[in-house]
T-cell receptor, first 114, second 113 residues
């Protein structure tokens, strides 16, 4: 079975540009999570969805960040405008039955904002 | 106080020895506990999950949970160089309005020849 699929794997862009990260969860998983990982702060939860509905977005750093899940097989995380401090690895994860069951991670998107 | 705490390491153990990784958490209501392994430049990979007090064994890995003392540990027996990685402890925590999985910052393990 295919795992969580993220695209792009790497993104390098200039400050001020819009960045869109994409995620396809494991088929049948009803929870989807977006994380950001940096050396300083570790792995941080940004937002998660249950059945395409955002449940907790308290980790979204500011209004420049937005996330959508238009259907069960696709989600996007958008940063507009991007800033150098947004540089990090962004992971998408999915799980069956929420936080009781393990989360399965995609390969991540390494984002560099110049 | 951080919600999930781990010693950042590095923890260095010789090949064949037992590696012991520890994690403490602050939310007494936590019910689900996970250990993930992350190789440099890769994504976290689930190793173990544990939900009740005591030990849970899977091959060379043993997870131990003590809810009264609020700690969870991971033992790796017969450590191999391929076990060298960062190990992340994850605990479900409640924010009052929603539940989420909180990760520790990880312990870097080095298995030496």
């Amino acid at each position: 079975d295919a795992g969580v699929i993220q695209s792009p794997r790497h993104e390098v862009t200039e400050m001020g540009q819009e960045v869109t990260l994409r995620c396809k969860p494991i088929s049948g998983h009803d929870y989807l999570f977006w994380y950001r990982q940096t050396m300083m702060r570790g792995l941080e939860l940004l937002i998660y969805f249950n059945n395409n509905v955002p449940i907790d977005d308290s980790g979204m750093p500011e209004d420049r960040f937005s996330a959508k899940m238009p259907n069960a097989s696709f989600s996007t995380l958008k940063i507009q405008p991007s800033e150098p401090r947004d540089s990090a690895v962004y992971f998408c994860a999915s799980s069956l039955a929420g936080l009781v069951q393990p989360q399965h991670f995609g390969d991540g998107t390494r984002l560099s904002i110049l | 106080q951080k919600e999930v705490e781990q010693n950042s390491g590095p923890l260095s153990v010789p090949e064949g020895a037992i590696a012991s990784l520890n994690c403490t958490y602050s939310d007494r209501g936590s019910q689900s506990f996970f250990w993930y392994r992350q190789y440099s430049g890769k994504s976290p990979e689930l190793i173990m999950s544990i939900y009740s007090n005591g030990d849970k064994e899977d091959g060379r890995f043993t997870a131990q949970l003590n809810k009264a003392s609020q700690y969870v540990s991971l033992l790796i027996r017969d450590s191999q160089p391929s076990d060298s990685a960062t190990y992340l402890c994850a605990v479900n925590t409640y924010t009052g309005t929603a539940s989420k999985l909180t990760f520790g910052t990880g312990t870097r393990l080095q298995v030496t020849l």
